[in-house]
């Protein structure tokens, strides 16, 4: 067969291992997953209750167009219904921009290490791939910007930044913006925008407003918990979405996931008391790094990347066989680090307990 010769050297992507096969491999009855991210809450009781009383049949095709989701979020985001498109989680879209602008012969710039599906997509469709190394655990955006020529069609910009939590603060990138050619794709992915609280944090309804060539990705994945449902939007001037849109597969989502993100987009008290229960979590953490002198990124998403200067591997191995699943970063270009999704105030307990022991049984010259 004739495949694409991209393929042959493409790796798929590495999921987290599943909590039932660490069960079964370690014989273990209890185990916690803070490894990809996800709400510790589960979703709202609204969403939940919302699938339960649609009575949906399963037997007709979703609503192409999305189309009470497309109603309800433009009005709670104060933009029109034509400047959204939905995926398959905010990766299909990031898929869509890929499809729709990438080719052997153009180029694309990104940070390092970044989110890796960036990089994915631009290999499938043959562009070339600039990336450009984080300046402590950030974006550096200069040098991206000399990245940056004449083939480039699109430049993505993950704030926060997955998997060290960095933001780009407003005043930097909104002078990025300006200095990027308007025939250039600016993509800002704010998967964790909910989570943040810093107060220089980027208004992306204002940069899309201002500047024609970005759109910003955000997702039901994260914060509202519904992470199995897969659904994503996109945000960006009504031409942007109507040239992305014969890109996108015909009922690309699902009715429940249209049900399920309506109720809980509605639901902002459950948005707020997951972040406050983040912002806890991930002060448990940090006290934790200090008193250790582990390296860390004070982090704007609902995770933590530590640095336990030594191989990533080893840390994830111990803390698997004691049933906390967790990132390594050897998978993420962080080869000495680990990447821990903040859970509950029980679970992150648990877990800062079980890291204590690791130091002292296998690290006793940092102890």
Not at 37 to 64: F, H, M, Q, R, T
Not at 229 to 245: D, F, K, T, W
Not at 273 to 301: D, I, T, V
Request: charged residues 25%; contains cysteine.
């Amino acid at each position: 067969m004739r495949w694409k010769k991209q393929l042959h050297s493409l790796a798929p992507y590495q999921p987290g291992r599943s909590i039932e096969s660490v069960k079964e491999e370690y014989h273990l009855d209890t185990i916690v997953k803070l490894a990809s991210n996800e709400n510790p809450l589960g979703c709202s009781k609204k969403a939940a209750e919302a699938i339960k009383e649609s009575g949906l049949g399963l037997a007709y095709y979703p609503d192409g167009h999305a189309g009470e989701l497309r109603s309800a979020l433009s009005e709670a985001l104060g933009i029109l219904p034509n400047q959204l498109i939905f995926g398959n989680g905010s990766d299909e879209i990031i898929r869509i921009i890929s499809r729709a602008l990438l080719y052997p012969g153009a180029n694309t710039v990104m940070a390092a290490p970044t989110f890796p599906q960036y990089r994915h997509n631009a290999v499938l469709e043959g562009a070339e791939i600039r990336e450009v190394p984080l300046a402590d655990g950030g974006h550096d955006l200069d040098a991206m910007l000399k990245a940056i020529d004449g083939q480039t069609n699109v430049v993505w910009i993950c704030s926060p930044n997955n998997p060290t939590g960095k933001h780009i603060p407003e005043p930097l990138l909104i002078d990025f913006i300006k200095r990027v050619p308007d025939d250039i794709l600016v993509v800002i992915d704010e998967a964790y925008k909910e989570y943040v609280v810093a107060e220089d944090f980027h208004d992306s309804l204002e940069l899309v407003s201002k500047f024609s060539n970005v759109i910003a990705l955000r997702t039901f994945s994260k914060i509202y918990g519904l992470a199995s449902l897969r659904v994503g939007y996109g945000i960006a001037n009504p031409s942007i979405i109507r040239m992305l849109e014969p890109a996108r597969e015909p009922f690309n989502t699902n009715s429940i996931a249209h049900i399920a993100a309506k109720a809980a987009l509605a639901d902002q008290e459950f948005v707020e008391e997951a972040r406050k229960l983040n912002r806890q979590g991930l002060e448990m953490f940090y006290e934790f790094c200090e008193k250790r002198n582990l390296p860390y990124y004070p982090s704007q998403g609902n995770f933590i990347l530590i640095d336990f200067q030594q191989d990533a591997n080893k840390v994830f191995q111990y803390m698997l066989e004691r049933g906390f699943i967790i990132r390594s970063g050897a998978l993420l270009g962080f080869p000495q680090s680990v990447r821990v999704t903040v859970g509950t105030e029980e679970q992150v307990s648990a877990i800062i307990k079980e890291f204590e022991a690791f130091l002292v049984t296998e690290c006793k010259a940092i102890v």
